[in-house]
């Protein structure tokens, strides 16, 4: 469920992009990474960075488009929409407080969250996801500057990194508990 409600926004606006505007299609995403703000607080959870930092990338996109340049492209818009959770991802990392964090403190134990191991495991986990941000702003940077690239491949690079980044964060602590023998969910510091 938690995955799902983080990639709502990014499937909403994806969808969104093919059957209405650009701007109606960012408003919309920023609106349900604010609902998912709201789900949070109502239910006693942490602000997350990610859903704060998307709701804000999406809006100033959104005002972007409606204020200053109505004909940005919808590759420009998803350009600036991959720049920009490559920012928040890298972000979060460079300040010591991976997003993943947030997140995975939510679904454990405390003893869990407690080992060595486990903010170690989050760096990495939002490590691949910053990489799978900085795959897909790339795949659609080439297709800005070499039109003649079918459109699909800047499609195929994204769905690729961003299942392998889903991927990645499944399998990632499973594969830490099957190495070091340690209870489910927790991740040792590498031996």
């Known amino acids: 469920m938690t995955i799902f409600l983080i990639l709502a926004p990014y499937g ?3 969808i969104l992009m093919l059957v209405t505007s650009t701007a109606i299609s960012v408003f919309a995403a920023s609106a349900i990474c604010l609902t998912t703000v709201a789900i949070d607080v109502v239910c006693g959870r ?3 960075t990610l859903a704060v930092g998307s709701a804000m990338l999406f809006a100033a996109i959104g005002l972007y488009l409606a204020l200053v340049d109505a004909a ?15 920012v928040i991802s890298l972000g979060s990392i460079l300040v010591r407080r991976p997003f993943t964090l947030q997140y995975a403190l939510e679904s454990v134990p405390a003893e869990t969250a407690a080992m060595p191991g486990f903010l170690y495991a989050n760096y990495v986990i939002t490590g691949a996801w910053t990489v799978a ?3 897909m702003a790339a795949a659609n940077l080439v297709l800005l500057y070499v039109p003649g690239l079918p459109l699909w491949s800047s499609l195929a690079v994204a769905f690729a990194a961003r299942n392998s980044a889903i991927y990645f964060t499944k399998w990632y602590p499973e594969y830490r508990q099957i190495k070091y023998g340690t209870p489910a969910g927790a991740v040792p510091t590498p031996r």
Do not use: E, N, P
Request: glycine content about 12%.
């Open 12 to 14: 909403a606006y994806t």
């Open 46 to 48: 942490s602000v997350k």
């Open 72 to 86: 940005l492209g919808t590759l420009g818009v998803k350009l600036s929409v991959d720049i920009g959770i490559f």
């Open 133 to 135: 941000a900085l795959l």
